[in-house]
């Protein structure tokens, strides 16, 4: 497997067996290959990228070069030699989970998601995964055995192999902070609804069909060939799906990286409740929750820390509540308190609520003191957050 990009992980049956198999797939997912070049001397191994075919997509692409944006450059086919392409049939019913992991894999794949332009910009703040679900009818493929033409100077890649058949495709995708490695290691093994996944992690969704629709109208990860033709119903004619890229030889650079945000495990635990009033003139059933975000996203709601406790003026009661958020640099995480107290005769009366907050960087750790105060009532609370295991 080349070294062009990271690798991506799709079931593909294996000729002969029967048999469906996991297996993972890189950007030179068919094989590295050998081409001469109208250098007699020059011959060049590479790889190719296998993308969304965009609308419009034809069979006299194959052998035309493309720019490094995938844009078709206006000249005649490279291999002005090469035989008619080759139709191999395809069956059967397939699916990938495709992670976005280079610049040039976001470019191939950005006409046919609809992405306005793949910017080096968009690379930075913007994580993209895929889910397909497919049925082919067919490969057309160009023979590049033959010598290829000098190409313009602007070409970086040829149309290689076109994919026929029907297709639904949910593409996945957030900020890079949001959409972590975690978050993408979650993706390629979740099974059930695709819109849950997304709403679970603060996701984007597009979903589009082509000749293939899920049933339910809920995108689901089917990951057999039986699931997909019982979740999935054909309803439109055979298109071209996916579109198959070789890099030029002479034009070849190594494709730059995506990089995942790997984010940190952070524990936060309240340490000690310190009750200065605890609202009335004997010992007081206090109950107290914790409620937390994860910069404007709610992680925690009405999180127990104290369940009918007695307290009284001026005691210091231990607190075990505490939760592991995952976080990258930058984050803010802020919790804020509530609950009630109340004596044998009165109704509950609310407690004041007290705010928390920290912000998370380099070397981390931090400890404070939560406070709140009414006129019945007042307390504070020790917290300590670090990096699990620091």
């Given at each position: 497997m080349g070294g062009f990009r990271q690798p991506f992980y799709a079931y593909r049956r294996f000729s002969g067996a029967g048999v469906f198999a996991f297996v993972i797939l890189g950007a030179c997912a068919s094989g590295r290959r050998e081409v001469a070049t109208s250098d007699a001397n020059e011959k060049l191994t590479f790889a190719s990228i296998k993308a969304t075919a965009p609308t419009g997509t034809y069979s006299e692409q194959l052998g035309l070069p493309f720019d490094r944006e995938f844009n078709q450059i206006p000249t005649g086919t490279l291999f002005p030699d090469a035989p008619t392409p080759r139709r191999v049939p395809a069956a059967g019913f397939k699916h990938e989970l495709v992670t976005v992991d280079t610049q040039q894999q976001l470019a191939a794949n950005a006409k046919g998601w609809g992405v306005v332009q793949a910017s080096s910009k968009l690379a930075r703040e913007s994580r993209f995964a895929s889910y397909r679900a497919y049925q082919l009818s067919q490969v057309e493929i160009l023979d590049d055995s033959s010598t290829m033409r000098d190409p313009p100077p602007q070409a970086i890649y040829y149309a290689w192999k076109i994919y026929y058949g029907r297709s639904y495709e949910a593409v996945v995708s957030g900020n890079a902070r949001s959409f972590t490695a975690s978050v993408r290691a979650t993706f390629l093994a979740f099974d059930g609804g695709i819109s849950g996944f997304t709403k679970e992690h603060s996701l984007s969704l597009q979903a589009a069909g082509i000749g293939l629709q899920p049933r339910?109208?809920?995108?689901?990860?089917?990951?057999?060939?039986?699931?997909?033709?019982?979740?999935?119903?054909?309803?439109?004619?055979?298109?071209?799906?996916?579109?198959?890229?070789?890099?030029?030889?002479?034009?070849?650079?190594?494709?730059?990286?995506?990089?995942?945000?790997?984010?940190?495990?952070?524990?936060?635990?309240?340490?000690?409740?310190?009750?200065?009033?605890?609202?009335?003139?004997?010992?007081?059933?206090?109950?107290?929750?914790?409620?937390?975000?994860?910069?404007?996203?709610?992680?925690?709601?009405?999180?127990?820390?104290?369940?009918?406790?007695?307290?009284?003026?001026?005691?210091?009661?231990?607190?075990?509540?505490?939760?592991?958020?995952?976080?990258?640099?930058?984050?803010?995480?802020?919790?804020?308190?509530?609950?009630?107290?109340?004596?044998?005769?009165?109704?509950?009366?609310?407690?004041?609520?007290?705010?928390?907050?920290?912000?998370?960087?380099?070397?981390?750790?931090?400890?404070?003191?939560?406070?709140?105060?009414?006129?019945?009532?007042?307390?504070?609370?020790?917290?300590?957050?670090?990096?699990?295991?620091?």
């Open positions: 339910s109208g809920e995108a689901i990860f089917a990951k057999t060939p039986r699931d997909i033709e019982t979740l999935y119903q054909a309803v439109g004619d055979v298109m071209p799906v996916f579109i198959e890229y070789r890099k030029i030889p002479s034009r070849a650079t190594p494709d730059v990286v995506i990089k995942w945000v790997t984010p940190r495990s952070i524990d936060l635990s309240f340490g000690s409740l310190h009750v200065i009033k605890d609202g009335t003139a004997g010992t007081t059933p206090w109950q107290l929750q914790v409620s937390c975000k994860q910069n404007a996203s709610d992680i925690l709601k009405d999180e127990p820390v104290l369940d009918e406790v007695r307290v009284s003026d001026g005691s210091d009661n231990s607190l075990t509540w505490s939760h592991l958020f995952e976080v990258v640099d930058g984050d803010r995480i802020s919790c804020e308190t509530s609950g009630t107290f109340h004596d044998h005769i009165t109704t509950p009366q609310g407690l004041p609520g007290g705010r928390m907050g920290f912000t998370v960087g380099a070397n981390f750790a931090r400890a404070g003191t939560l406070e709140a105060s009414s006129a019945n009532a007042e307390y504070s609370i020790s917290w300590d957050a670090r990096v699990r295991g620091q």
